[in-house]
């Protein structure tokens, strides 16, 4: 077995075993954090049957995956990483959920390119959930607002995402961002990463975006 599959049933298995002991009936999507990785290393995972692939540059997804699926049309493709209008474009074409949007016009932007090709991507709304100045996501007083406006121009808004601030213990956010959710009814949630996934389950989280922990180290 390939060490990829054996993380990936792993981690699966962790889930499983934490949520049972909580008593949380919870069992949520593992995203692949592919990005940076070549495919070679992707491969063993996408044989195995493993459905959902995370990228953060359109560019390396565009060249990775183009080919991959069109031959594997059950893959899944996410892009977690920031999402430039110039790049809309080619994003639509390539991902079938989008975690990142925070904006009016880049919600516009991705309604007006998909229509062109008549496509619809499942989409999250990052939230800044820390208040950190670095980091990329609305602010959470300002998410109904943007929700409504995806609503009025028909994007398939699915749910939440964040990424809490590092070196804190995350829980809160999760807490705090599952009651966010909750109350703007949604079903989806795309939060927790290798160091905090259990965590994430825990408060509901239905997308959990992994990648060290799957693939290894970055070089």
């Not at 909580?22 to 992707?42: M, Q």
């Amino acid at each position: 077995m390939h060490n990829t599959i054996k993380n990936l049933l792993d981690i699966e298995n962790n889930i499983k075993v934490y949520l049972s002991k909580l008593n949380i009936n919870n069992n949520p999507k593992i995203v692949a954090v592919s990005k940076t990785f070549k495919i070679d290393r992707v491969l063993p995972l996408i044989e195995h049957g493993h459905v959902d692939y995370g990228e953060n540059k359109v560019q390396e997804a565009v060249e990775k995956w183009t080919e991959i699926k069109k031959k594997k049309s059950q893959v899944r493709l996410h892009m977690i990483g920031k999402l430039q209008t110039n790049k809309v474009k080619f994003a639509v074409q390539i991902f079938d959920y989008i975690h990142s949007v925070d904006s009016i016009k880049l919600a516009k932007k991705i309604v007006d390119e998909q229509n062109k090709i008549n496509k619809k991507i499942k989409i999250f709304l990052q939230v800044n959930i820390g208040d950190e100045n670095q980091k990329s996501g609305i602010h959470k007083k300002e998410v109904s607002q943007l929700v409504s406006y995806c609503k009025e121009i028909d994007l398939d808004l699915i749910g939440l995402m964040c990424i809490p601030p590092v070196d804190i213990d995350p829980e809160r956010y999760f807490e705090e961002m599952n009651k966010l959710n909750k109350n703007l009814n949604f079903s989806e949630l795309s939060m927790g990463m290798s160091s905090d996934y259990l965590k994430a389950a825990k408060h509901h989280s239905t997308y959990v975006r992994i990648g060290s922990s799957i693939f290894g180290q970055r070089s």
